[in-house]
């Protein structure tokens, strides 16, 4: 005779859905309440330039400066007084133009300083909200910062191919794009021309006078092709660091592909030289009939040695764009590209071992933890944490954000709320399994004495608190120092997260987990979630105090 399992209290599960939802409210509450205060202090801000800010940074330039003065002029430009109050130079930010020119993760303002011929004496940073690697690469890139050195504040108007640093194109050029638009350039936050330039497509239309939507005319009127374009019709396929710009050419019954073009891209620009040559030069498109391409593989059209992914990407473009030109489609399309396809399937893995019953079995997390650091770490350098979660708060939105980042943000957060386990932490977060492997180096353990436990436990929130307080403020700092993930994307830059980083995995080897256990704010959030499941905590209690004390000080400020 079977037995019948027990049928799960109503109440029980009522409870921990109802204490769940709470716990994640109290999330979603404090984000929307940063996002609030920080568009009020937005628009707050008259665009004015803080002296206090800035003056030794100005002082690096203009070694005589003692005062930054009032605005003066339509420009905004502040005069730079020295110890007599005699004028030495100007000053003035990017800030507000630069604002909707976003690079990798954000817009940022720059200092620029004259001389009293203004004359650029050089340019700084009076903030970012940029990803704090990449910033931190460009600002220390030599011929970035010095190539408007000298230039007349007159000149600076005329938009130019700037200087772009390898590795951070995205900041770098928006850091150019958005000095350009402070002293007059328009158009600076439109990455790609408005118009289709006819030099560009004329090798496929020699007798090309004009482009009508996407008819190629002829000075006569007459129909030479068709060429669609990947920014107007809404195709992004990211690359290496960003989106391309394609033209693709049809002949006039639209059956054959006459050339394809890449007209610009937000990707490294080698890559991108390297790929737009190869579409000019070798045409591997050329003459190939629309039916066929649908069938090709990513991988096997545009060969470009040393810029694979930028090549992968336009061919996934001309792919996508013809499948949108034409109905019925031609082939079910791929909305991922392998790169994001690996990604989501490494946090789905993670996912079935945390929550199943491979969760028990030592090899497989010891295993997973392996492909943990190789691909979540090394390969992909997918991680979540309080830089993106504060930077995403403020902002109010996650557009930009790529599908596996958000997928593994989701995963970090949600589950832990709703299934009462931290699958990020345990299984999927790269840091946390390189800290695994540390400690199988030696037997050798290290027990802290119970005071100094209590007090290193304490840590993570502690940290917490500071950051968010600290946003909250608008104090610009950055946020990703706090935490080393950054390093396992943009390598060994910033100096404050190297230092964690390593001492974290040297700590591993004697204390097993010590930078999970007694350093990062981020699992702190989620052992808030994951605590107690269907239980009111003292953290509830805290956490909801802390939220409305947020909200009430913004209403009252």
Same mark, same amino acid.
């Given at each position: ?12 599960? #009522? ?12 999330? %979603?509450?404090? &984000? ?16 004015? +330039? ?30 730079? +007084?020295? %110890? ?6 100007? $000053? ?10 976003? /690079? ?17 004496? @050089?340019?700084?940073?009076? @903030? ?28 600076? @108007? ?13 900041? *770098?050029?928006?850091? %150019? ?40 005319? #002829? ?28 033209? $693709?050419?049809?002949?006039? =019954? ?50 470009? *040695? ?11 473009? !001309?792919? =996508? ?30 996912? !079935? ?22 691909? /979540? ?7 979540? /944490? ?10 109010? *939105? ?7 980042? +958000? ?18 932490? *345990? ?30 436990? %304490? ?25 080393? &993930? ?36 981020? /699992? #702190?959030?989620?052992? &808030? ?22 909200? +009430?000080?913004?209403?009252? #400020?």
């Amino acid at each position: 005779m079977k037995t019948r399992r027990p049928r799960a209290d109503p109440g029980r599960r #009522a409870r921990r859905w109802l204490i769940a939802g709470y716990r994640l409210g109290v999330l %979603a509450a404090v &984000f929307l309440c940063l996002h609030r205060v920080h568009v009020s202090r937005m628009e707050r801000r008259s665009g004015d +330039l803080d002296p206090a800010q800035v003056l030794a940074q100005v002082q690096s330039f203009l070694p005589a400066a003692a005062t930054i003065g009032s605005p003066s002029g339509d420009d905004r430009l502040l005069p730079v +007084l020295d %110890a007599a109050g005699e004028p030495v130079g100007w $000053v003035a930010q990017t800030f507000p133009e630069s604002g909707p020119i976003t /690079g990798y993760a954000g817009p940022s303002n720059l200092l620029v300083v004259f001389d009293n011929d203004r004359r650029v004496a @050089g340019v700084g940073l009076v @903030g970012s909200a940029d990803t704090a690697g990449h910033v931190a690469k460009v600002m220390a890139d030599g011929g970035f910062v010095n190539q408007w050195t000298s230039r007349s504040q007159a000149s600076l @108007g005329a938009p130019s191919e700037p200087v772009i640093v390898s590795g951070a194109s995205q900041t *770098s050029e928006a850091m %150019a794009r958005g000095l350009a638009a402070r002293f007059g350039a328009s158009g600076m936050d439109r990455w790609f021309p408005e118009g289709i330039d006819l030099e560009t497509i004329r090798p496929c239309f020699p007798a090309a006078a004009g482009v009508q939507g996407t008819r190629v005319v #002829a000075a006569d009127g007459r129909m030479l092709g068709t060429v669609l374009r990947s920014v107007d019709m809404g195709v992004a396929v990211r690359g290496f660091q960003g989106i391309q710009d394609v033209l $693709v050419c049809l002949d006039p =019954e639209e059956k054959t592909i006459v050339g394809v073009f890449l007209a610009g891209s937000r990707d490294n620009p080698p890559y991108t030289r390297d790929v737009g040559d190869a579409l000019k030069f070798e045409a591997p498109f050329a003459g190939m009939p629309v039916a066929d391409v649908a069938a090709l593989e990513t991988g096997s059209t545009v060969m470009v *040695s040393g810029a694979s992914r930028t090549a992968e990407a336009v061919e996934d473009t !001309v792919k =996508e764009m013809l499948r949108r030109h034409f109905a019925p489609p031609l082939a079910p399309p791929d909305p991922f590209g392998w790169r994001e396809a690996i990604a989501l399937s490494w946090i789905v893995a993670g996912l !079935v071992i945390g929550l199943g019953p491979l969760r028990g079995r030592p090899r497989v997390r010891a295993g997973f933890a392996v492909v943990s650091v190789v691909a /979540g770490g090394l390969w992909l350098g997918l991680m979540t /944490g309080q830089d993106q979660w504060i930077k995403s708060a403020m902002r109010g *939105s996650v557009a930009g954000v790529a599908i596996p980042l +958000l997928a593994l943000t989701a995963a970090a957060i949600v589950i832990p709320a709703i299934f009462g386990k931290n699958v990020y932490c *345990s299984q999927l977060c790269p840091h946390g399994a390189a800290q695994q492997w540390m400690g199988k180096l030696t037997t050798r353990r290290i027990a802290l004495p119970r005071k100094l436990h209590r007090v290193l436990l %304490a840590m993570p929130w502690t940290t917490l608190g500071a950051l968010w307080l600290l946003a909250f403020l608008g104090l610009s700092i950055p946020f990703a120092d706090a935490e080393p &993930f950054e390093v396992w994307s943009t390598g060994f830059i910033a100096m404050v997260p190297v230092a964690i980083f390593l001492a974290g995995l040297a700590l591993a080897t004697v204390l097993p987990q010590a930078y999970c256990h007694y350093g990062c704010p981020t /699992g #702190a959030v989620l052992k &808030f979630l994951t605590s107690a499941p269907g239980r009111w905590t003292r953290r509830d209690a805290i956490a909801g105090g802390v939220v409305l004390i947020a909200w +009430l000080t913004r209403i009252f #400020a």
